[in-house]
């Protein structure tokens, strides 16, 4: 499932006038994939003339490599290592932490009554 990164957008419309299955629209003048309409085929990823459109892997891939950016930035402000450990430690938790309430939704989700 494709995914528009709204800061890089340009608003020419390319891809949603190459979705075969009309699931683009332009909202505020951006554009906004309708998931429950793509089809996954990846003709706007193909088009966008400035890499607007990703993928979900790389979706996953550049937030993983911004958490990492973040996690390195406020460790520079520690000197020892036994306090930049704890601080890994700590970001660790919290982590787990949004993981498990992420599970616990995604669990939820699937038996809600619709
Ligand atoms: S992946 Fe295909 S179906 Fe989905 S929004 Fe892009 S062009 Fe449309
Ligand atoms: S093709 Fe790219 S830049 Fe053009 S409207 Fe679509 S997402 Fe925005």
Redesign the pocket.
Known sequence: MPW?NKK?????????KKCPVDA?D?VKG??LIKEDKCINCGK?IK????K??LKDKEIVKSGIASNIKDAKKSLSEYKSKKAKKRVIKSQMRQLKRQQKILWGTMKELKHIKL
């Open positions: 528009v890089k957008c340009v608003s020419c419309k390319k891809c949603v683009i332009m951006k554009a706007c088009i966008c003339p400035v607007a459109i």
